[in-house]
């Protein structure tokens, strides 16, 4: 399944928040979408998924899911969203009883996602027994047991330190290069987008429009942090969303 935004626009009362976003979400592709802070994009991944709908333009679903997708559009966030009372295979159950999924299927699955994002071995600990980068490998397996046709990822690694941001990104792109999977992925970091988007669609300040869209050829396999040819393309992204942000950093200070 593949997605296509035509024309998406939206207005909250008399404040226009997106205009115009027309782009396409190939199967097997990561889209990176970045922008300054406060252009849309949580609210663009809001229009894709279905929770809200836009004033304008509309989201195509190209195809039909997988089969055996219990949930075509699934979300990671930024803050994890783990139930801390529940241990992580107990996370995952949750989304496969919501499906009716139990006892030995919902193992199976369990023991899949989790051998992915290399989390075999800890089913029994409780969320505030893992590190943050952990947390959130549990998020992403979490998103995987519903078999997604497209994963919306909104900052997913912004809560993050640096260093555990630089192992996460190796595991997204070793998760992928094994099966490759869709996604959305929103960031504000350029490192990210370069290193994990097939393309890259860079916004505006509000009402996010689209600047440009980067396309990066290289298999995300062969990207290193500090490859000359994606540090060159960085400066290009950063050279796009400078003046952008410091008006909207203004605009902000403005009230
Ligand atoms: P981003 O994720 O790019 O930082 P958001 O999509 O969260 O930006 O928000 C874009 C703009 O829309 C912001 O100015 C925000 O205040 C506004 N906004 C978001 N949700 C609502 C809402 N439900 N009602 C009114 N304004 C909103
Ligand atoms: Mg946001």
């Known amino acids: 399944m593949d997605l296509r935004l035509q024309g998406v626009g939206h207005s909250y009362d008399d404040v226009t928040v997106l205009k115009d976003i027309t782009l396409d979400v190939p199967r097997g592709h990561i889209v990176c979408i970045v922008g300054p802070s ?14 809200e709908q836009p004033t304008e333009g509309k989201v195509l679903q190209i ?7 219990l949930n075509p559009l699934t979300y990671v966030f930024q803050d994890f969203a783990l139930l801390p009372w529940r241990s992580v295979a107990g996370n995952i159950s949750l989304v496969l009883e919501d499906h009716g999924i139990r006892d030995q299927a919902a193992k199976e699955i369990i023991d899949d996602v989790l051998a992915r994002t290399n989390l075999t071995g800890f089913e029994k600990a409780l969320p505030k027994q893992l590190s943050g980068g952990m947390k959130q490998r549990v998020a992403i397996a979490r998103a995987l047991a519903v078999r997604p046709a497209v994963m ?5 690694l ?3 330190d640096s260093q555990t941001r630089e192992l996460l990104m190796d595991d ?9 999977f869709t996604a959305v992925y929103v960031t504000h970091n350029l490192a990210e987008a370069v290193r994990l988007g097939h393309s890259i669609v860079v916004l ?11 396309t990066l050829d290289k298999p995300l396999q062969d990207r290193q ?3 000359a040819d994606l540090e060159e393309k960085q400066k290009h992204l950063w050279s796009l969303l400078r003046e952008e942000a410091r008006t909207a950093d203004t605009e902000l200070l403005d009230g």
Do not use: N, Y
């Open 158 to 160: 912004s809560a993050l």
């Open 172 to 180: 997204l792109v070793g998760l992928w290069t094994r099966s490759p």
């Open 63 to 69: 195809g039909t899911p997988p089969a055996d997708s």
């Open 38 to 51: 406060g252009c849309g994009k949580s609210t663009l991944l809001r229009f894709i998924g279905g929770l």
């Open 225 to 227: 942090m500090g490859d």
């Open 152 to 156: 919306l990822m909104d900052e997913p």
């Open 204 to 214: 505006s300040r509000r009402p996010g429009k689209i600047r440009e869209i980067v």
